[in-house]
């Protein structure tokens, strides 16, 4: 069974920019949480999804949404990128609510603002 | 949110059993605790978690005192491979899939 998925692995914006990260959860996982890791905050809960609801929300400004399709892939957006937003972006997904917290992280996205 | 404890590193000897604490002392009844851990360049790789009884997989085992107020996630034959930063994490059921994610421990198997 493949893993979780994300695209891009790199990326490189300017200040200003907006990007949108895509992921895809493992196949009949429904749940996709997003986490941003950076070395001076370390990992930090950014949203979770379930069945195309947002169901949890981390403090992050509101430049930060998502969004979860009816094939339960998901879909991050930062818009008006700043430079502390360099990070790396991971996703999870888990298979159903009740197991919620056993989740599988792909990759992660590297974003470098610059 | 509640708050978990951990050494910041530790080193072991490959072959050799790893012991990783992890204090909770403020746990509610029904918090479970979750550990996972991170290699370095890689996503957190869900372990093993439990309630209140002791648990095992193929990977761990995982110790919880009786009070619930500490446990220990213990590799049994560590590894190179096992190098990682490893997180003890309270779940509580009804919060959705939010993890809040510590500092951790760093583990570093030496041979």
């Known amino acids: 069974k493949a893993g979780v998925t994300q695209t891009p692995r790199y990326l490189i914006k300017t200040r200003g920019q907006q990007v949108t990260l895509s992921c895809s959860p493992i196949?009949?996982?429904?749940?996709v949480s997003w986490y941003q890791q950076t070395p001076g905050q370390g990992l930090q809960f950014l949203f979770e999804?379930?069945?195309?609801?947002?169901?949890n929300k981390g403090n992050f400004p509101g430049r930060f949404s998502g969004r979860q399709f009816s094939n339960s892939r998901s879909e991050m957006n930062v818009s008006t990128l700043e430079l502390g937003d360099s990070a790396l972006y991971l996703c999870?997904?888990?298979?159903?609510?009740?197991?919620?917290?056993?989740?599988?992280f792909g990759p992660g996205t590297r974003l470098t603002v610059t | 949110d509640a708050k978990t404890t951990q050494p910041t590193s530790m080193d072991c000897a490959e072959g050799r059993a790893a012991n990783l604490p992890c204090n909770h002392s403020?746990?509610?009844?029904?918090?479970?605790v979750y550990w996972y851990r991170q290699i370095h360049s890689q996503g957190p790789q869900y372990i093993i978690h439990?309630?209140?009884n002791n648990e095992t997989n193929e990977m761990a085992s995982l110790i919880i005192t009786e009070d619930r107020k500490s446990s220990t996630l213990i590799l049994p034959h560590a590894t190179l491979r096992d190098t990682a930063v490893y997180y003890c994490?309270?779940?509580?059921?009804?919060?959705?899939?939010?993890?809040?994610f510590g500092q951790g421990t760093e583990l570093s198997v030496k041979p």
């Open positions: 999870a997904s888990s298979l159903e609510p009740t197991t919620s917290f056993e989740q599988y």
């Open positions: 196949s009949g996982h429904r749940s």
């Open positions: 999804y379930f069945s195309e609801t947002q169901r």
């Open positions: 403020t746990i509610s009844g029904n918090e479970y």
């Open positions: 439990g309630l209140k």
């Open positions: 994490i309270l779940a509580r059921g009804g919060q959705g899939g939010k993890l809040i």
